[in-house]
T-cell receptor, first 113, second 110 residues
């Protein structure tokens, strides 16, 4: 299994809602990532987890809260988002050693209304 | 700080013509460099990595440390090469950060 699976594929939420994005991989990768991609822009790194511990937070607002419950799962909890947070949210995973190719999920397209 | 620059937003070539997508980087250490491709309605996927020195789908890329470049080349473009191409740099520290360039859309026309 060489896939990163993200659910849901699409999500529409109000500014007062709480929702979660989920990501799963079974490749034994111990590094997992959240990226945000706006239309016609490159992916921007949000968070990096290494061995289930948060190692990089790119100054992301606290309304985004990541969680890595185990080595296969990565969640992104969303609360009180703004319309400008609407974007494609990508999850990725990679090995932690040399030749660390990152595998990307299909993404969750989030719309905040 | 690490940075990746792709100067062209759009590159339009005829089928059978050579292709060169430019990528320059700035990084104080020894970088790991990658080319990722995103076909229409598909996920971002790895095309090439500098360490492997491989040719995938006819594409090659050579790391030039003197010019801090990692340009992507293909001698004869095919229609199916039309996609968004991102150059990416990973730092070699323990906290692994993959930074993308702004991307170049390659359009191959008949």
């Amino acid at each position: 299994d060489t896939e990163v699976t993200q659910t849901p594929k699409h999500l529409v939420m109000g500014m007062t809602n709480k929702k979660s994005l989920k990501c799963e991989q079974h490749m034994g990768h111990r590094a997992m990532y959240w990226y945000k991609q706006k239309a016609k822009k490159p992916p921007e790194l949000m968070f990096v987890y290494s061995y289930e511990k948060l190692s990089i937070n790119e100054s992301v607002p606290s309304r985004f809260s990541p969680e890595c419950p185990n080595s296969s799962l990565l969640n992104l909890h969303l609360h009180a988002l703004q319309p400008e947070d609407s974007a494609l949210y990508l999850c990725a995973s990679s090995p932690t050693g040399h030749l660390r190719e990152a595998f990307f999920g299909q993404g969750t397209r989030l719309t905040v209304v | 700080a690490q940075r990746v620059t792709q100067p062209e937003k759009l590159l339009s070539v005829f089928k059978g013509a050579p292709v060169e997508l430019k990528c320059n980087y700035s990084y104080s250490g020894s970088p790991e460099l990658f080319w990722y491709v995103q076909y229409s309605r598909q996920r971002l996927q790895l095309l090439l990595r500098h360490i492997s020195r491989e040719s995938i789908k006819g594409f090659t890329a050579d790391l030039n440390k003197g010019e801090t470049s990692f340009h992507l080349k293909k001698p004869f473009a095919q229609e199916e090469d039309s996609a968004m191409y991102y150059c990416a740099l990973r730092n070699t520290g323990t906290a692994s950060k993959l930074t993308f360039g702004t991307g170049t859309r390659l359009q191959v026309t008949l």
